[in-house]
């Protein structure tokens, strides 16, 4: 069997700026795993959708891994609520690539149930076996969105298909993987639950002195951080009610970081629910308590994850949530709502505290006890470094990946030792979009 690996993730691309209302943990988790992966010695096509001519159709990204942009709709940027109907293009494409290359690739590795789609009908022709990360299920975000929920009713006949279909499911959490039972009736032993992960050389805790001074934070207030998209489902909103709670029911005075957007500064034009979160500040009498940051790059976040005294993320659920891990990471003390992959990698008490969603006052009380406690704080900082440590670095998650490739038959690669590496491939354009 061949080694090599497609994974396909059709709107998240690994070269995308994070932080906006379409990039963010899928992006990260997709450009980790490879990266971690290529590291253990695979050699990797990433394919995913040619959004922008600026990009070269195939790019030499990193050692091993070559991003293969293909043509699916018009080139530009698209909400992914839009992209089903170009997915047949997608595939077409997938599989033109895949002949001219003759068909090298022992495994696909699908992200997201678009991706999944493509890897379904690519089995059908190449006979390759596929994996699914689905990063998200369609039927949780229903419960939860509602009718905010813009997604074609047809995701839910395409994931049951394509779970029927799959070789084998990753489960991102306990909660993802009882979903994909209950609600899809998926068998259970073609489940394996491996989680997100961070990067040690990202994220570690540079002091909180430091940080706050290279960041011109005040240097005494008790400083909330709030850091990932800015999207309702997120339930910021929480965040800034209970900051306000915390000030009327205890008479204490927070200040609450929020990081995150499309742009660099906030704006309300371009990240609707920054605008939103404003308002409600004002109305709440915080609005100089609270700072909206705006998008950062990921080689600041350790300095604002640091900075902070307590990180909090309280959305509606979330199907992992990889910013707790780089929390923790940083020593930052983190409060999560109870909900999806929080309440995986927070151990309630031990290593965090979790909280019921969409609840300020039980928020606000968990913040005032570590107000309260800085020795609860401590406690929690240094169990659950030791944990995420233990637990959630990339390179624990790739290798149980590549655990579950080799159980599927794809064959390991003899691992590449420090300073080796695959030859780099080639970054010609391919076809022309006419082709
Ligand atoms: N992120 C970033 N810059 C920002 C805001 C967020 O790089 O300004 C990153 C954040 O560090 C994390 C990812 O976006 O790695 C969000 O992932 P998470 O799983 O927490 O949430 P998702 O985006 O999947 O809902």
């Known amino acids: 069997m061949n080694q090599k690996l497609a994974l396909i993730s059709e709107h998240a691309s690994p070269l995308a700026v994070v932080g906006g209302v379409d990039a963010g943990g899928q992006n990260i988790a997709v450009a980790e795993l490879a990266q971690h992966l290529a590291q253990l010695g695979y050699e990797i096509d990433l394919f995913t959708r040619w959004e922008s001519t600026d990009l070269p159709q195939i790019v030499s990204w990193k050692t091993g891994i070559r991003v293969i942009h293909l043509p699916a709709g018009p080139i530009r940027s698209m909400p992914k609520e839009e992209l089903l109907p170009h997915m047949a293009e997608f595939t077409e494409n997938f599989l033109r690539f895949a002949r001219q290359e003759n068909q090298p690739y022992g495994l696909i590795h699908a992200h997201f149930f678009m991706s999944a789609l493509v890897a379904a009908e690519a089995k059908k022709i190449l006979n390759i076996p596929f994996v699914i990360t689905f990063h998200a299920l369609g039927k949780v975000r229903r419960l939860c969105q509602g009718d905010s929920d813009k997604f074609p009713v047809e995701r839910f006949a395409i994931e049951e298909r394509v779970i029927r279909e799959a070789d084998h499911l990753v489960a991102l959490c306990p909660q993802d993987r009882d979903d994909l039972i209950s609600l899809y009736d998926a068998n259970?032993?073609?489940?394996?639950?491996?989680?997100?992960?961070?990067?040690?050389?990202e994220f570690y805790a540079v002091g909180k002195a430091l940080a706050r001074t290279l960041l011109k934070l005040d240097p005494d207030a008790f400083t909330i951080l709030q850091l990932g998209r800015i999207v309702p489902r997120k339930g910021i909103d929480t965040v800034v009610r209970a900051v306000s709670c915390l000030q009327k029911k205890y008479g204490t005075k927070v200040q609450l970081l929020v990081v995150g957007g499309e742009s660099d500064l906030p704006d309300p034009s371009r990240t609707p629910e920054v605008g939103v979160l404003q308002e409600l500040a004002v109305s709440e009498g915080i609005a100089d308590r609270v700072v909206f940051v705006g998008r950062r790059d990921r080689n600041l976040l350790r300095y604002y994850y640091s900075a902070a005294d307590v990180f909090v993320t309280t959305p509606w659920y979330e199907p992992f949530g990889i910013t707790p891990l780089e929390a923790m990471a940083c020593g930052t003390p983190v409060v999560g709502s109870r909900v999806?992959?929080?309440?995986?990698?927070?151990?309630?008490?031990?290593?965090?505290?979790?909280?019921?969603?969409?609840?300020?006052?039980?928020?606000?009380?968990?913040?005032?006890?570590?107000?309260?406690?800085?020795?609860?704080?401590?406690?929690?900082?240094?169990?659950?470094?030791?944990?995420?440590?233990?637990?959630?670095t990339w390179l624990n998650v790739a290798q149980k990946t590549a655990r579950l490739y080799n159980s599927l038959g794809l064959p390991q690669p003899v691992q590449l030792g420090v300073g080796k590496?695959?030859?780099n491939t080639r970054s010609a354009t391919f076809w022309s979009r006419s082709a």
Do not use: C, M, W
Request: no cysteine; net charge positive.
């Open 421 to 423: 590496s695959l030859p």
């Open 340 to 392: 999806g992959g929080i309440q995986y990698t927070i151990i309630d008490g031990q290593t965090g505290l979790l909280v019921p969603p969409r609840d300020p006052d039980i928020l606000a009380e968990k913040l005032n006890l570590l107000i309260r406690f800085p020795r609860l704080s401590n406690s929690i900082r240094s169990r659950a470094l030791r944990r995420v440590h233990h637990e959630f």
């Open 188 to 201: 259970p032993g073609k489940i394996t639950v491996i989680p997100n992960g961070f990067n040690p050389n």
